[in-house]
């Protein structure tokens, strides 16, 4: 499965985004899939995983800012942003986990401006 996640870009803080993760497969049969994210200097780290359409799991940091969510039929996954604040700029990455395989997308450059 190929991942390419989109829809990052330059907000102010307080601002929004919504993320995109596309797959080239259907991901109905992915149990789970998250979001990580990467900012300079730092190791990679869970934004928030979805698992099946409903169980959902948020990092401390963004939970009641954040949303993930997945459309089975459209195989894509998002992450909605919003009162974005500077210390969430960084690189987003989407993933899928499948039996024993691990898939990663390229990422998006998330930056917000204070």
């Known amino acids: 499965v190929q991942l390419q996640a989109s829809g990052g870009g330059l907000v102010q803080a307080g601002g929004s985004l919504r993320l995109s993760c596309a797959a080239s497969?259907?991901?109905?049969?992915?149990?789970?899939m998250g979001w990580y994210r990467q900012a300079p200097g730092n190791q990679r780290e869970l934004v928030a995983t979805?698992?099946?359409?409903?169980?959902?799991n948020y990092a401390d940091s963004v939970k009641g800012r954040f949303t993930i969510s997945r459309d089975n039929a459209k195989n894509t996954m998002y992450l909605q942003m919003n009162s974005l604040k500077p210390e969430d700029t960084a690189v987003y990455y989407c993933?899928?986990?499948?039996?024993?395989?691990?898939?990663w997308g390229k990422g998006t450059q998330v930056t917000v401006s204070s």
């Open positions: 993933n899928a986990v499948e039996l024993t395989n691990d898939y």
């Open positions: 497969e259907s991901i109905h049969s992915i149990p789970a």
């Open positions: 979805i698992i099946s359409s409903d169980r959902t």
